[in-house]
């Protein structure tokens, strides 16, 4: 039986390539999406150890219903990966109640709903691997991204936290912040502005979906790392 993993946000960008580039890897992966149905099926069609899922994951009722279609169909979660995430960019003074909560709901409640709803069965098992995709923005703050500054800082604390929580029951918890990757949630960028974090990068380039997968590969392959929070962003900002 191969290992089972469920991805939210698998739809597009970074996780839609984690999904991919896994189930090439032999994993069966479950991957969520929401709103691009079109692009998840095109996922489903391009490998066949890629089934899908639609729930919005801001929702506890629709993480249960995503989590329970898992269990009945493939028995079990090994691996969950958090990814599922918006972003929005505007002063702090400006932002109203409806933005900050669907922010705030879409990043970081969802990693609640879906640890809480996962754990059930990892504890039992005395078995599991959550990676959540935070961000660089969550370890140093961004200007005119509080909300969503916040809502990955929150992702830091609860990898951390539950790291020490589940770590008995040989469950492991880590976090990815990345740095800028090229995905449509940087698509607000002139080239102008990525010229300029390319400068700023001593790697000088800004990062691929690819480079992503690289560290959730070595994430589920090490046994002996939890609780930490790793930043693969070219050293454009080390702390
Ligand atoms: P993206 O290309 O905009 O893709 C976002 C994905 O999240 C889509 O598949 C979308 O699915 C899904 N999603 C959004 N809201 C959802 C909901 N309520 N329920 C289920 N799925 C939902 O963004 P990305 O760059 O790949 O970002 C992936 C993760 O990496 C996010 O957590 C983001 O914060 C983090 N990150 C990205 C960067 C970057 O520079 N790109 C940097 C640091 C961290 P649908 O389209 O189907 O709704």
């Known amino acids: 039986m191969p290992k089972v993993v469920l991805i939210t946000g698998a739809s597009r960008g970074i996780g839609r390539e984690v999904a991919n580039k896994l189930a090439k ?11 691009s149905e079109k692009e998840a099926l095109k996922l489903k069609e391009e490998n066949e150890n890629i089934d899908i899922f639609k729930a919005d994951v801001s929702k506890r009722d629709e993480c249960q219903k995503l989590v ?9 979660i090994d691996i969950l990966i958090n990814n599922a995430g918006i972003s929005k960019v505007g002063l702090f003074t400006d932002l109203k109640d409806n933005e900050w909560e669907e922010i705030i709901q879409t990043n970081l409640y969802s990693a609640f709903y879906m640890s809480q709803e996962v754990l059930k069965n990892m504890i039992k098992e ?12 969550g370890i140093v703050g961004a200007s005119c991204e509080v909300a969503y500054s916040i809502s ?14 589940v770590g008995p029951s040989n469950i492991r918890v880590n976090a990815i912040a990345p740095g800028m990757i090229e995905t449509e949630m940087i698509s607000d960028l002139t080239e102008e502005d990525k ?4 400068e700023e ?7 691929k979906p690819a480079d992503i997968y690289k560290t959730v590969k070595y994430l589920i392959e090490d046994e002996y790392t939890t609780g930490q929070i790793i930043s693969p962003n070219g050293g454009w900002i080390i702390t």
């Not at 010229?195 to 390319?198: A, G, L, N, R, V």
């Open 195 to 198: 010229k300029e974090i390319i």
């Open 68 to 76: 329970e279609y898992t269990i009945n169909n493939y028995e079990k």
């Open 201 to 207: 990068t001593p790697l000088r380039k800004i990062g």
């Open 152 to 165: 990955k800082a929150g992702i830091n604390g609860m990898t951390k936290a539950l790291a020490k929580e």
């Open 126 to 137: 005395k078995n599991g691997c959550i990676i959540n995709i935070s961000s660089i923005w």
């Open 25 to 35: 890897d032999g994993y069966k992966v479950i991957a969520n999406y929401n709103k």
